[in-house]
């Protein structure tokens, strides 16, 4: 029996059952164990194991694309295929590549949830280490605890109340808010929010004091280049567009299939649009893809001599 | 080299090329910020990809359910904030079931629960029908790896959200899946539509693994990405594209048209008269840097 066609797997217990969680503690410190026994194995062994755990779980995905997928349905003769009966090997791989994919997938959301937990181990140990020795602008790392501490406990406080507390679902409008919910509000929508949208908006600045000093007409090329940008510009303008549009519209033949017609800033914008920056981003994607492409089998195969596989 | 001295008068080219960065950032606030108090009309024509996507959703029937991707937060609230209150507004009037799911910034479910709420609120208050949780939409959450999920979302939809819970009217959780929102859905195609809201490259990632499996892709951007996703609308593997700021003001031009007599100008009415503004100045301060180049190379020849 393939794994990954077991209907009831390990982990289906009840929610919020003393089994689940029991099943979790496990599953924790057989985790912390392995990694442990990960720590003492010698640099070589690790490099092994690691470059061996890349290769399959590459390997999955690769045979996930193109390992031919079972037909659903019908044998070869058109009779109805049996409940779960493969036809040959081929097809088996096929449905277990099929079936294993939730398991997949769920491994992978888990393992990149472990960045978050990365960051946090990080920011601490690299501000702890700030605050603790004094180091210069200690204050900032102080600031930045304090926060992560307050958002931390605010934030875990409304979600417990606006999920496992009796009448939760009224607290989702403010005129039910206690005064946790006023807290998370004022932080997450209060500061984090608006600071993050400030810093955003700061693009807006640089790209104007970099056209500015910049956008030079020197060359030919920079002639072709600032004038397509002046018509996207344009394009985006409504008033410009509405004007320049109705303009040429009045030129004799451009509203009959005219060729002034072809000069509309709609028209001209859509030229510019199919044939120019489509054909380029698509060139670009293309080369990207390539890239893109190379790295993922040098990662795959280990060939990539830094992070974790020169361990 | 001998270098200028700093004691000797700027020509009128000089001027014109270095003019001091802060009074160039102290007119792009005035220019950005002054519009925002006067109702300025502007004339618009949406463009087609944005008149495809509101026919897209305009024609789903009512009761059905589609997957709305929300991949922004409030860095990008004036483009893709426009865009998502556009589309939540057109399936609460549409009677569409929605179920919310996110993969790119963990922020971005709360920012989403909490502007459903607000726009449902909203439209209670003009006389809309609004939505409840549970019942028209649920939240499903954030999914750390979009790549993977994207591919579990196109195989098998029930296994993809098969964990998640969200809130009953009567306050306790329950599985997502038995809710109403989705309790008809067993494959992808059950969706009638997949309308992404993402100011990422989360974009790609779904277009790479959910076009062509029959569930019609809806996407709205955010200016930047505009050009990029226009690639994927200009080989119909989506079936309508809203971009920017222009994207959410087509929008709520094409909901004036549509549903008469109702909330439909937001920030994209607002916003627009500022981006003409800001595109000015932009445009202002290229011509102005390049006439004083052009002036000190005559000074100079």
């Known amino acids: 029996m393939l ?5 009831k797997t390990f982990w289906a217990e009840g929610s919020g059952s003393s089994a689940l969680w029991l099943k979790i503690l496990m599953a924790v410190v057989v985790g ?57 090997l081929v097809e088996s791989v096929g449905f277990w590549i099929k079936d294993a994919q939730p398991v997949v997938s769920d491994f992978a959301n888990i393992l990149s949830s472990f960045l978050l937990g990365l960051g946090v181990f990080s920011i601490i140990r690299i501000h702890g280490r700030k605050l603790f020795r004094r180091q210069p602008d200690w204050g900032f790392s102080a600031v930045l605890f304090l926060a992560m501490i307050a958002m931390v406990i605010v934030g875990y406080v409304n979600y417990y109340q606006t999920r496992y507390t009796p009448g939760s679902s009224k607290l989702e409008l403010p005129s039910n808010w206690g005064s946790w919910q006023f807290a998370n ?27 500015y000093r910049a956008f030079r007409i ?46 509309s800033l709609t028209e001209i914008y859509k030229w510019i649009n199919q044939n120019v920056q ?16 190379a790295m993922g089998l040098r990662l795959w195969l280990s060939l990539e001599r830094g992070g974790a596989s020169a361990a | 080299m001998a270098t200028p001295d700093p004691t000797t008068p700027k020509s009128l080219g000089e001027k014109l090329q270095s003019l001091p960065r802060g009074i160039l950032y102290l007119i792009l ?13 502007v004339p618009n024509e949406p463009t087609q990809a944005a008149k495809d996507l509101f026919n897209a959703l305009n024609s789903l029937p009512a009761g059905s359910t589609v997957l709305v991707g929300s991949d922004w937060t409030v860095s990008t609230r004036g483009e893709t904030g426009g865009e998502f209150d556009a589309l939540i507004r057109i399936l609460m009037r549409k009677g569409i079931k929605f179920a919310v799911y996110t993969t790119a910034d963990p922020q971005a479910p ?22 409840e949780r549970w019942n028209d939409w649920v939240s499903l959450g954030f999914f750390p790896n979009a790549e993977a999920t994207a591919n579990l979302i196109a195989a098998d939809p029930t296994k993809a959200f098969g964990s998640k819970k969200d809130v009953k009217p009567d306050g306790t959780l329950g599985s997502a899946l038995s809710s109403p929102v989705l309790k008809d859905i067993k494959t992808l195609t059950d969706f009638k539509m997949l309308i992404l809201v993402t100011g990422t490259q989360t974009s790609t990632v779904t277009i790479e693994r959910l076009s062509g499996k029959g569930l019609p892709l809806g996407m709205m951007v955010t200016g930047v990405m505009g050009p990029e996703t226009a690639v994927y609308y200009d080989s119909r593997q989506l079936n309508g594209l809203c971009a920017g ?8 031009t094409l909901m004036d048209g549509t549903f008469k007599g109702q909330v439909n100008f937001g920030r994209g009415k607002l916003y627009y008269p500022t981006l003409h503004f800001a595109l000015a100045l932009l445009i202002v301060a290229v011509i102005v840097g390049n006439v004083g180049m052009m002036i000190s190379r005559k000074g100079k020849a």
């Open chain 1, 3 to 7: 794994f990954a066609q077991v209907e």
């Open chain 1, 32 to 88: 912390f164990g392995l990694t442990f026994a990960m720590l003492k194995l010698p640099a070589r062994g690790r490099r092994t194991l690691v470059v061996g755990i890349t290769f399959l779980a590459g390997l999955y995905w690769v045979l996930y694309y193109l390992w031919p997928q079972p037909l659903p349905g019908r044998l070869a003769n058109g009779s109805p295929l049996p409940h779960g009966q493969p036809r040959d």
């Open chain 1, 185 to 211: 509000d004022l932080l997450f929508n209060g500061l984090l929010q608006q600071m993050d949208a400030a810093m955003f908006s700061v693009i807006a600045f640089y790209i104007l004091s970099a056209a």
């Open chain 1, 218 to 263: 020197r060359s030919v090329e920079a002639t072709i280049l600032l004038s397509t940008a002046l018509i996207v510009i344009f394009s985006l303008m409504g008033i410009v567009a509405y004007e320049w549009n109705n303009a040429v519209a009045h030129i004799p033949g451009a509203t009959t299939g005219g060729i002034a017609g072809n000069f």
């Open chain 1, 278 to 293: 489509t054909p380029a981003i698509r060139g670009i994607d293309f080369g990207v893809g390539i890239g893109a492409l």
């Open chain 2, 29 to 41: 606030v005035i220019c950005t910020s002054v519009p925002l108090f006067f109702n300025i009309p």
């Open chain 2, 110 to 131: 709360e920012v989403a629960r909490d502007e459903i709420v607000m726009l449902s609120e909203d439209e209670k208050k003009h006389g809309g029908k609004g939505v």
């Open chain 2, 245 to 252: 700021l222009k994207g959410v003001y087509d929008m709520e």
